[in-house]
């Protein structure tokens, strides 16, 4: 996706050291604009004889395998937040060590690398082993992750120096004094939240808070549309066998429900994407889980009843559209509309997407997945003239992460009322700490099965750097006084309001497969999918 020629893979350098890279150097030291990240990794891992060092200087997601032959190493692993996918088996009996990006289901035994730092296996040694240099100083959560892999690989691992320094603002003494809410609890009672959002940023920390996570946001989308090839997926073709081509064709796309945080990403990326080019907004909606057949009232025939994909989240991505119509009336934007059939569904839910989920198996990641890999392949008819198109598209810009770090579920308000600020810090943490184990390396594996990047600009490092040291109330502030579609992910709302949304700063939180219509609410998301 960076340089302008192809570099294979596996990459090896003079001295015989193999790279397979799976991953994009965004900032940072190593980076470099025109030429591949391939290369300038490989190279950097050449000179410096310290290669966990490399791996330190990286600012952006990634995978990857590394052979150092004079020392017969093998280092692998995943970035610090885990947004690739990278998969392991172990069989100590015949002394094999798998890894790779996707799998399938008839492959026993597979894991995800867990996403806690860079693991090393010593290929002089006549068994499988493992070592292991964390990102972070070990704790408890650590522990439980290594003490579950070293069972399930049968192998024992040993733990060496942590890569990066230990973070201090981790343990943070989360109690609100009466200063530091005050313009929260005693703002005046708005009925309509649309003034609440203005009125709120009249305050001169909580503006400074919004314009600075606007800057960062900023920066993180404009390298995100900006680092790839000039060409969509029909044209890059045509230019690596040679030919002379000038691509104006989608090159982004943005899985769009019309919530909170797709809407921010779409009009952000208006700022950085070609004005002659199109920006696609690609919604998706699934057939209702019924008979869509009823008997006719004059007699007993079954009567064929029209099958409609009017979810939420089409509803709300319509109404989200025309406000961007309004904030940017010189974009061109394509609203994609992807229907899909239960039959649709269930050909490749058992053939395909079964496969990408793997290990992954329950019913929210079916109900996930399905959404996104039919989101992601970008098939259906466009808005308003009913043509048919598929995005060609080669970029993905996804909101993952926003929930995670701003407060955004249901259960940041119930643990917020029932237990404090504290518990609701300590929620916020574990959820960062677990993204990369319960959604990245599932939406890594479905999206790049359609030739597909996903790019999730709020997980940009330094926005989670920003966000992670911010008190738990300077995000969100779920509570009573502050109902559903304004406390929840308030931070964000504000700078929602900030660039020009009105209506869309306000929207509830939904969930993908409920606005989508794809989950079934009386199903335990929890429980293993028979239907894999």
Same mark, same amino acid.
């Given at each position: 996706?960076?340089?302008?020629?192809?570099?294979?893979?596996? %990459?090896?350098?003079?001295?015989?050291?193999?790279?397979?890279? @799976?991953?994009?150097?965004?900032?940072?030291?190593?980076?470099?604009?025109?030429?591949?990240?391939?290369?300038?990794?490989?190279? /950097?891992?050449?000179?410096?004889?310290?290669?966990?060092?490399?791996?330190?200087?990286?600012?952006?997601?990634?995978?990857?395998?590394?052979?150092?032959?004079?020392?017969?190493?093998?280092?692998?692993?995943?970035?610090?937040?885990?947004?690739?996918?990278?998969?392991?088996?172990?069989?100590?009996?015949? @002394?094999?060590?798998?890894?790779?990006?996707?799998?399938?289901?008839?492959?026993?035994?597979?894991? !995800?690398?867990?996403?806690?730092?860079?693991?090393?296996? @010593?290929? /002089?040694?006549?068994?499988?082993?493992? /070592?292991?240099?964390?990102?972070?100083?070990?704790?408890?959560?650590?522990?439980?992750?290594? !003490?579950?892999?070293?069972?399930?690989?049968?192998?024992?691992?040993?733990?060496?120096?942590?890569?990066?320094?230990?973070?201090?603002?981790?343990?943070?003494?989360?109690?609100?004094?009466?200063?530091?809410?005050?313009?929260? !609890?005693?703002?005046?009672?708005?009925?309509?939240?649309?003034?609440?959002?203005?009125?709120?940023?009249?305050?001169?920390?909580?503006?400074?808070?919004?314009?600075?996570?606007?800057?960062?946001?900023?920066?993180?989308? =404009?390298?995100?549309?900006?680092?790839?090839?000039?060409?969509?997926?029909?044209?890059?073709?045509?230019?690596?066998?040679?030919?002379?081509?000038?691509?104006?064709?989608?090159?982004?796309?943005?899985?769009?429900?019309?919530?909170?945080?797709? %809407?921010?990403?779409?009009?952000?990326?208006?700022?950085?994407?070609?004005?002659?080019?199109?920006?696609?907004?690609?919604?998706?909606?699934?057939?209702?889980?019924?008979?869509?057949?009823?008997?006719?009232?004059?007699? @007993?025939?079954?009567?064929?009843?029209?099958?409609?994909?009017?979810?939420?989240?089409?509803?709300?991505?319509?109404?989200?559209?025309?406000?961007?119509?309004?904030?940017?009336?010189?974009?061109?934007?394509?609203?994609?509309?992807?229907?899909?059939?239960?039959?649709?569904?269930?050909?490749?839910?058992?053939?395909?997407?079964?496969?990408?989920?793997?290990?992954?198996?329950?019913?929210?990641?079916?109900?996930?997945?399905?959404?996104?890999?039919?989101?992601?392949?970008?098939?259906?008819?466009?808005?308003?003239?009913?043509?048919?198109? =598929?995005?060609?598209?080669?970029?993905?810009?996804?909101?993952?992460?926003?929930?995670?770090?701003?407060?955004?579920?249901?259960?940041?308000?119930?643990?917020?009322?029932?237990?404090?600020?504290? %518990?609701? %810090?300590?929620?916020?943490?574990?959820?960062?700490?677990?993204?990369?184990?319960?959604?990245?390396?599932?939406?890594?594996?479905?999206?790049?099965?359609?030739?597909?990047?996903?790019?999730?600009?709020?997980?940009?490092?330094?926005?989670?750097?920003?966000?992670?040291?911010?008190?738990?109330?300077?995000?969100?502030?779920?509570?009573?006084?502050?109902?559903?579609?304004?406390?929840?992910?308030?931070?964000?709302?504000?700078?929602?309001?900030?660039?020009?949304?009105?209506?869309? /700063?306000?929207?509830?939180?939904?969930?993908?497969?409920?606005?989508?219509?794809?989950?079934?609410?009386? =199903?335990?998301?929890?429980?293993?999918?028979?239907?894999?």
């Amino acid at each position: 996706m960076q340089g302008s020629s192809l570099t294979v893979q596996p %990459a090896i350098d003079s001295m015989g050291n193999i790279l397979l890279w @799976n991953g994009d150097i965004f900032s940072g030291n190593l980076a470099q604009d025109d030429i591949c990240d391939t290369k300038v990794l490989l190279n /950097a891992l050449q000179s410096l004889p310290n290669i966990i060092s490399v791996f330190k200087e990286i600012q952006g997601p990634f995978s990857f395998i590394y052979f150092q032959k004079s020392s017969n190493l093998l280092y692998f692993g995943r970035d610090i937040i885990g947004r690739h996918s990278l998969l392991l088996k172990s069989n100590t009996d015949e @002394n094999i060590l798998t890894l790779t990006s996707v799998a399938n289901k008839q492959i026993n035994g597979i894991v !995800e690398v867990p996403a806690i730092g860079i693991f090393v296996m @010593n290929l /002089a040694n006549s068994g499988v082993n493992l /070592a292991c240099y964390p990102w972070r100083e070990p704790d408890l959560r650590f522990t439980d992750v290594i !003490e579950a892999l070293e069972t399930h690989l049968s192998v024992d691992i040993d733990i060496k120096k942590t890569i990066l320094e230990s973070d201090t603002l981790v343990s943070l003494h989360l109690h609100p004094n009466i200063e530091d809410i005050e313009y929260f !609890e005693n703002s005046p009672y708005f009925e309509n939240s649309y003034t609440t959002l203005p009125y709120f940023l009249q305050n001169k920390d909580i503006y400074e808070r919004v314009d600075y996570l606007s800057q960062l946001l900023h920066k993180a989308v =404009e390298v995100r549309v900006k680092k790839q090839p000039k060409f969509c997926k029909n044209c890059i073709e045509l230019f690596l066998h040679g030919e002379n081509v000038i691509c104006e064709h989608t090159k982004i796309g943005i899985l769009f429900s019309g919530g909170l945080d797709s %809407a921010i990403l779409a009009l952000i990326a208006d700022k950085y994407v070609p004005q002659n080019e199109y920006i696609d907004l690609i919604n998706v909606a699934f057939e209702k889980s019924v008979n869509t057949h009823k008997k006719s009232n004059t007699n @007993n025939e079954r009567q064929c009843v029209p099958v409609h994909y009017d979810v939420p989240d089409r509803k709300t991505g319509k109404q989200t559209f025309s406000e961007l119509l309004k904030i940017c009336p010189k974009r061109k934007w394509n609203f994609l509309e992807v229907n899909v059939s239960q039959k649709e569904l269930q050909k490749y839910r058992s053939t395909q997407i079964c496969n990408l989920l793997y290990p992954l198996c329950t019913i929210l990641d079916e109900s996930l997945g399905c959404a996104v890999w039919f989101a992601s392949r970008a098939r259906g008819t466009l808005f308003m003239s009913n043509n048919v198109y =598929e995005s060609p598209c080669r970029v993905l810009l996804l909101g993952m992460g926003a929930d995670e770090l701003f407060g955004g579920y249901m259960r940041h308000r119930t643990i917020l009322k029932y237990k404090g600020w504290n %518990a609701l %810090a300590q929620e916020l943490s574990i959820e960062l700490a677990r993204i990369s184990e319960r959604n990245l390396g599932r939406d890594d594996r479905i999206v790049s099965d359609h030739g597909k990047q996903s790019r999730l600009p709020y997980l940009d490092e330094n926005i989670v750097q920003y966000v992670q040291q911010l008190k738990p109330w300077e995000r969100c502030y779920p509570t009573d006084k502050m109902p559903s579609g304004l406390g929840d992910k308030l931070l964000l709302r504000l700078l929602a309001y900030k660039l020009g949304f009105q209506s869309t /700063a306000n929207f509830p939180k939904r969930a993908f497969q409920f606005g989508s219509r794809i989950a079934n609410g009386k =199903e335990n998301a929890k429980d293993v999918s028979d239907r894999l």
